[in-house]
Structures are given as C-alpha cells and as structure tokens.
C-alpha cells in the first residue's frame, strides 16, 4: 500500500493558477493525477515516471498543466494553469507500485489518496 496525501485545492476563476500537492510515504514507480467530476467517469490527467521523468498529459490538459516531482521530499506536484470552469473536479494523487504498464497507461494505477476540491467559476 502507498500511503498519498493531496492538499492545495480551492476556487479560483477562471484563467487562474492552482498547484496541488501530493506526499507519499514512498514514491510509486510511476505517480500520477486523476479527476472526477461529479457524473462523470475518473479521468487520467497527468502522469510522472520517477525514475526519469518522463511526463505524460491527457489532452484535455496538455499545455496548461505540468506535473512534477521532489524525490527528496517524496511529494508530487500538478501546477494548472490556464483553468478552465471544465477543469472543476475531485482531484486524486495516484501511485502505480509496482510499475505493471507505462506511466501513461491510465488504467494501471493501483493506489489513490482521498482527494482535493478544485473549483473554477466562470
């Protein structure tokens, strides 16, 4: 089990900033994002592969956020920028250990934290 924590949620307008936080007991192979809005299925937004960094976007996405990480603190970042009222969702911390499929390969994520409103208003 991978222990995740998310934190920096909130309300902001629309074409505003927001950078969330995940901290992990142990960082997964690969550490990603996921959202959920209300009705609608989960939805895989960013994805980090810790061992080198690749990066990996839904396109919905692409281009406006950017996910990062800091090994030492073992804690996962997702900046967004440029939101959109579409962007509101449940935002989930997501850890794939052991690695089974690429980073990128949404469905392969076997741990989730709790989750972090995110808000935007038109």
């Known amino acids: 089990q991978v222990y995740l924590v998310e934190s920096g949620g909130g309300s902001v307008q629309a074409g505003g900033s927001l950078r969330l936080t995940c901290e992990a007991d142990r960082l997964g192979d690969c550490m990603g994002w996921f959202r959920q809005a209300p009705g609608a299925e989960e939805e895989g937004v960013a994805g980090?592969?810790?061992?080198?960094?690749?990066?990996y976007y839904a396109d919905s996405v692409r281009g406006r956020f950017t996910i990062s990480q800091d090994i030492a603190k073992r804690t996962v970042y997702l900046l967004m920028d440029s939101l959109r009222p579409e962007d509101t969702a449940t935002y989930y911390c997501?850890?794939?250990?052991?690695?089974?499929?690429?980073?990128?390969?949404?469905?392969?994520?076997?741990?989730r934290g709790q989750g972090t409103q995110v808000t935007v208003s038109s």
């Open positions: 997501a850890a794939q250990e052991p690695k089974v499929a690429p980073c990128g390969d949404w469905g392969r994520y076997q741990h």
């Open positions: 980090i592969y810790t061992g080198g960094s690749n990066t």
